[in-house]
């Protein structure tokens, strides 16, 4: 048990240590090392009172016993900046007052007598029973807000990106269910050795898949992060009525149908002269960019009059592009996912699961017939 304890809070520590010497860092990765850090607080915490040092050494206890109220809100706020690129706001810090305030509260048990620390240590007092209380409420508050933001995201993803694969954060999914799956159990078993054991494994996966995790945002420049972070908090080119039908409506339009013709008209002209497409990583943003239009109206002429997300009017483009290279015989000397990459789908998955969608059956079935 022990070993688990030092490995957990060695892991964190070389972690932090790979993320602060990352030649260029975001606000995720800032707020990262701070979650990191918490939870190895929490880990130590764990490792002190289950080797009985806090007996002996008490003080060390206490700076870190209001971790675990931290460790939420930062979990959210770090989904919530890997998802939408503004930003940092100093605001967001307040999510962390309780903290600060319960650590201004145990601040005099650093100023007790020895003796009386051992003994408040020994019992259940009031901070002690707020203590808990917060760090259970805010838990499942905080996981479930970070949940809902990250479904947002996910449902969003087609009327942004045109390559979804790398950026569905299942892995940010999974530690979110997970974590409120263990706060459920630890809340009713209110067992330290799986508290210990989740606190270490939680540890261990968000600083893997944290460094490992794919910038969403990079290439996108401060003015069309501004306007896609506008759309998504506002949902301005997703927002319709009556959900998503083939007759979108879009509430409170400035677009006029002249302007709408011509936004359609040099989308055409540019897809099939320049077939922006093949570029594996075009957001909805490079390509408003490239016909010099504010993407909202991009948004909402692909929506309105191509009947489609831009995922799948780039997808389906993507589609019709390897349906001609496939059947040509100079091709035939390349495997599916060689001409999947050439014709803008950055795996050979991205390629079946779009194929069967747009065509029926998958490319394999396709070229048997065409045989």
Partial sequence: MVYIFVAGISIALFLITIILTKPTKHTPDYILTALLFFSAQTIF?????FTNLYLSYPDALVIGLNAPIAV????????????N?????????????PYFILSLLYGKFYFL??????????LNSTLEISRTIITYVSGFFYFLWSLWILLRFRKNMKHLFSNTEKIRFNWLLFLIVGMLCVWLVVLIVRNDYITSISSTVFLILLGYFGITQVNVFS????????????????????????????????????????????IQQQL????????????????????????????????????????KSFYDLINELRIQEFLLQVVKPENTRFTFTSLAYDCGFNSKAS?????????????????????
Wanted: charged share 25%; proline share 6%.
């Fill in 268 to 307: 055409n002209q540019l897809i099939h002269t320049e077939r922006p497409y093949l570029n594996p990583e075009l957001t909805l943003s490079q390509l408003a960019q490239l016909l010099k239009v504010h993407p909202n109206k991009l948004s909402e002429v692909i929506n309105t009059q191509e009947q």
């Fill in 113 to 122: 007598p020895f003796e009386e620390k051992l003994a408040i240590m020994k």
């Fill in 219 to 262: 290439g996108v420049n401060d003015y069309f992060k501004t306007i896609i972070t506008q759309s998504y908090e506002t949902n301005a080119p997703i927002k319709i009525e009556n959900g998503e039908s083939e007759n979108i409506k879009y509430k409170n339009s400035i677009l006029s149908e002249e302007e709408a013709t011509k």
């Fill in 85 to 97: 690129p503004i930003r940092f706001s100093p605001l967001d810090l307040l999510h962390l007052v």
């Fill in 45 to 49: 915490n764990s490792f002190w009172v």
């Fill in 351 to 371: 390629l079946n699961r779009n194929f069967k969608k747009h065509v029926g059956i998958t490319p394999s079935e396709y070229l048997k017939k065409q045989n």
């Fill in 72 to 83: 939420a809100p930062l979990f959210y706020l770090y989904t919530k900046y890997q998802t």
